[in-house]
């Protein structure tokens, strides 16, 4: 499921003026959608219910009543968002209270980031990796180990892949990237600067680049040919980056097997002729295993 909101707030470029200007109303208050009848969000908006229909179709519902039930929907992860932020890690947590707390943030960040998906988008992207010559990838700090994960998983699929662990040799990569290949980028923040300095090189050279990052306004998204949104709930340790990995992982995961997916027997092939064989391990139990990465 899409989210509604960040679909208006994508496509609105490419509305008319007066779907523009009911856009801006809806995403200035969302709760219009969900507390008025399409007839009262007319006379609000100074519009008419057949232009908001027409505005619901451009960004991807049947009409109203689908667009308003989608609104309503992320309008209550939003406020089981808040929620989450209420349950920060305190001084007198018990180990339970850490254990719970935590794994409910991850649970929510996931549940969060699926709502998120878009997928045409997603398609988009599975395209670029099966036909990419190369991945070159990109990221800093924790957005690094989500990259390496990335890394190991294309691998096993027999995708070239080309990762660096310092900034330099990212921009090397970057600026030696072709429209052949794909700019694999992964920001939390979307303003990491060195991340920036990599897709303006990539962009250079006409590389298509997908970035997954955070469902804000950023020059990350800016720059990306094709977004793959994340959200996340960070504790006050937040230089753990704790959910906001475990939604990039997941991300990660999609790609992983909608890929392989494309080419089941042969991905299946592969995964088998790729799979490391631990001392002991019978060819048949290593066959069994070889689905795991």
Known sequence: MSSPLLQLREKSRLFSPTEQEIVAHILEDPHLVVDMSIHELARHTFSSASTIVRLCRHTGYDGYREFRKAVTYELAMREQSKQVEQKEISYSDSLQDIVDKITYKNIVSLEETRALVDLNTLRCCIDLIQNARVIYLFGLGASLCACKDAYLKFLRLNKICIINEDWHSQILQARNATPQDLGLVISYSGATVEVIECMKALKENKTPIIA???????????????????????????SGAMSSRISQLNVIDILYTALANEQYETSLEQLSRTHIRKPGQTAGKA???STQP
């Not at 469902?215 to 504790?235: F, G, I, M, R, W």
Request: aromatic share 10%; hydrophobic share 35%.
């Open 212 to 238: 997954i990052t955070r469902c804000v306004d950023s020059p990350v998204a800016e720059l990306a040919d094709q977004k793959l949104y994340t959200t996340a709930n960070e504790s006050i340790f937040r």
């Open 287 to 289: 066959y069994k295993n």
